[in-house]
């Protein structure tokens, strides 16, 4: 059974109350915007507020790009969308230099990259050289031409998709470029009666077109330093490292968690903790997060996706839960 952790100070401050109006808002937005899973919709808006960047691994027509506008649209950000294709270079993602004749000077021109919430379709479509060239804005931020650096627009969030299923012509993720998503997960098929609310709501309108920006960047922009002050105690990281050891000398793996794996389950963990209406976290949410977070980090020796997340679940029932 799993042990829940209590808090140690019974009370709420105002701003955690003034947090949790916040996420309930946007929740609820979401929720009448799009049909999602309520796990799967925790962790996509965990990963914003843990300032990571999320890939969806799932077959076309399962609402990704619905998912990606309406939450752009929840909370008044732009939004840009890069359809990734083998030609596709570099600096059509991250822009470049251009000559102004009339100035008589070079002018840097924006790429698609400089958005809020940035719609990267079929990520594996693109070849090698331009999957690398967002390796600097997903992780720090920016993006360099010529020898300057420009910073991207915050709060910055990429959502990534690839087919799993269709894989001709495609360049795989390597290892680097994924350790750079805090999670990856897939949307998967609606269940019978989710999908007749699909058809219902889409009978007579798009359904973005009722979707209101309920929240302001600034509101994301303090959940995400909220976030960072939600107390992981000391047994809860020792909980985290005992799985990301486990990993790296399971039987089945080639290469396991690395530090900075177990850095970014920590983060969501912080996050799916304010999403539950709470300072501090606890085993359920590391439970919660583990797979989406830790599965395609893992080189398996079969390299298939199902053994890596079997792989957590199992050293998820094998780790003893830590109890206060």
Do not use: W
Request: glycine share 6%.
């Amino acid at each position: 059974m799993l042990q829940t952790y209590t808090a140690t100070n019974g009370h709420h401050t105002p701003n955690h109350n003034n947090h949790q109006n916040t996420i309930n808002t946007l929740t609820t937005a979401m929720r009448e915007a799009v049909v999602i899973d309520d796990v799967k919709l925790k962790l996509l808006l965990a990963a914003l507020l843990a300032k990571g960047h999320i890939l969806l691994e799932d077959v076309p027509g399962l609402g990704k790009t619905l998912v990606a506008k309406a939450l752009a649209k929840s909370i008044h950000a732009t939004f840009k969308r890069i359809q990734c294709t083998p030609d596709l270079l570099p600096g059509d993602i991250t822009g470049g230099a251009i000559y102004n004749q009339r100035e008589q000077r070079f002018e840097f021109l924006q790429g698609p990259i400089f958005g809020n919430i940035v719609l990267v379709d079929e990520i594996n479509r693109a070849s090698p050289r331009t999957q690398s060239s967002l390796l600097e804005s997903m992780a720090e931020g920016q993006v360099t031409s010529d020898g300057t650096t420009h910073e991207l627009p915050t709060p910055f969030f990429i959502i990534a998709t690839q087919n799993p299923v269709e894989m001709a012509g495609t360049f795989p993720l390597p290892e680097a470029q994924l350790d750079r998503f805090i999670v990856a997960m897939n949307l998967g098929y609606p269940t019978y009666e989710e999908e007749i609310s699909i058809l219902e709501r889409e009978e007579h309108a798009n359904p973005l077109d009722g979707v209101q920006a309920v929240i302001q960047l600034e509101d994301i922009l303090r959940l995400q330093e909220a976030a960072k002050a939600v107390s992981v105690v000391r047994p809860l990281k020792e909980y985290i490292v005992q799985i990301t050891t486990a990993t790296r000398t399971h039987a089945d793996v080639v290469v396991g968690v690395s530090p900075r794996g177990g850095a970014a389950l920590q983060r969501l963990v912080q996050a799916l903790a304010l999403i539950h209406g709470r300072t501090f976290a606890t085993p359920d949410d590391i439970k919660l997060a583990a797979p989406a977070v830790l599965a395609h980090r893992l080189l398996t020796r079969d390299r298939r996706p199902e053994t890596a997340q079997s792989v957590i679940e199992q050293v998820l029932a094998e780790t003893r839960v830590p109890v206060e």
